[in-house]
């Protein structure tokens, strides 16, 4: 392989700069140790080619904060053109009035972000009172220190070269940490809803949970699952910003529980859910634990978005199938998952009904459309609000 093919430039220069210029820079800093910004510099500045190459290159001592996300809104913002040829990795980025880049000022994501985190952190998300939240992110603070020292160890291979603060700092602290982890595992909504609502990439978010959660498990604490469900950032923002109600998807449980669908009264389903919780907990891991080879490594996930949907619902789903009340499809519809997942979910929990003892009870009514359904609910609602004379 050619030292041009070695280093790979994602497409900010074009294909004809990559191989002319860099191939260049590569052969003539070979076997050379680049020991310091300096000589990489030096080395650089130094390459010269027989037709006429000359390279002028400087240290840019500016700070640029690690793991920002750009939106896809700022990203198509961009004034670039794909070349004929392998656009993905070939392009031009044409230069850009900085007036226009206002709205990605690093300022302006800071303040963007701190909102963000604020929204978080009301109480109908993360289901603790301010005071309690705090005093769980006082409770963590010396371990996250001690995890963070011992992440930094292992990743620089020994003690620390630079003094104290020196170099990068984090985008978030430690009691940010906390709150993104209780509203994750709170299942109020995704990792990837989390980054966009922030400014922070994903795999920062990722480890960022991870290693909370582990502590948060060594602690003794549980964090239970909250009934909303948020699929953007949008959502989560209109319903803490209005005082909304409670999102559509998740009241779609409580309606859907509804005696005249489901053949029972609540107070028996609900039991019966209760009942079943541990056999569904079972079969959960035991797939969990085929799918990894193995025991799950700590702090990780566990799963906590990967059914899309609570086992409460998955309860409810199948008794509304196997009643008749609607396909799958309209149940797919109503969830606001997949036809394949809501599939799974009666395959799978069909057989821990019938150990339980259930039977579906004859005489639901069939829909043909969830809006059918839906509106079914609203009329029972308000026939039983009348006053009778």
């Known amino acids: 392989m050619s030292p041009a093919q070695d280093l790979t430039w994602p497409g900010s220069f074009s294909g004809q700069i990559e191989h002319r210029l860099f191939s260049q820079i590569t052969m003539n800093w070979r076997g050379r140790p680049l020991t ?57 980025v044409h230069p850009v009035d900085t007036a226009q880049l206002v709205g990605v000022r690093a300022d302006d ?3 963007t972000r701190q909102a963000a985190l604020m929204a978080l952190a009301d109480e109908r998300l993360t289901g603790l009172p301010a005071a309690e939240l705090a005093r769980l992110a006082a409770l963590l603070a010396p371990a996250q220190a001690a995890q963070a020292a011992q992440r ?49 990439n994903p795999n920062s978010i990722g480890q960022a949970i991870a290693e909370t959660r582990q502590l948060l498990t060594e602690h003794g604490h549980t964090i239970a699952p909250a ?12 319903f803490v910003s209005t005082s909304a109600g409670t999102p559509t998807r998740s009241r779609i449980p409580e309606l859907l529980s509804n005696p005249a669908l489901t053949g029972m009264p609540r107070a ?24 990894r080879g193995g025991e799950r490594l700590p702090g990780g996930r566990g799963g906590v978005f990967t059914q899309k949907i609570t086992d409460t619902e998955r309860v ?20 606001q998952i997949s036809r394949r997942t809501i599939g799974n979910v009666v395959a799978e929990v069909s057989p821990i009904l ?29 026939d039983a609000s009348t006053p009778t004379s």
Do not use: K
């Not at 079969?283 to 969990?288: P, V």
């Open 109 to 111: 994501r800071t303040h």
């Open 152 to 200: 930094r160890y292992e990743q620089r291979g020994g003690q620390r070269r630079r003094a104290p603060g020196a170099g990068s700092r984090s985008l978030l602290t430690d009691a940010d940490r906390v709150l993104i982890t209780v509203v994750y595992l709170r299942q109020v909504c995704s990792q990837n809803v989390l980054s966009d609502l922030l400014g922070i």
């Open 36 to 92: 310091s910004h300096e000589v990489v510099v030096a080395t650089i500045a130094s390459t010269r080619t027989r037709t006429g190459l000359r390279v002028e290159a400087e240290l840019d001592t500016g700070s640029y904060p690690l793991g920002l996300s750009v939106t896809r809104e700022q990203f198509r913002a961009l004034p670039v053109t794909a070349h004929p040829q392998r656009g993905a990795w070939n392009y031009t």
């Open 268 to 291: 028996d389903l609900a039991a019966m859910t209760q009942r079943v919780a541990h056999l569904q907990a079972a079969r959960t891991e035991r797939h969990r634990h085929r799918r």
């Open 316 to 335: 409810l789903a199948t008794v509304l199938y196997q009643r008749r009340v609607c396909t799958q499809d309209i149940l797919a519809e109503l969830f």
């Open 227 to 238: 009934p909303l469900r948020f699929a953007t950032a949008n959502e989560l923002t209109i």
């Open 354 to 382: 019938a150990q339980d003892g259930y039977i579906p009870a004859p005489g639901a009514p069939r829909f043909t459309t969830a809006t059918a359904l839906l509106d079914s609910l609203t009329a029972v609602a308000l």
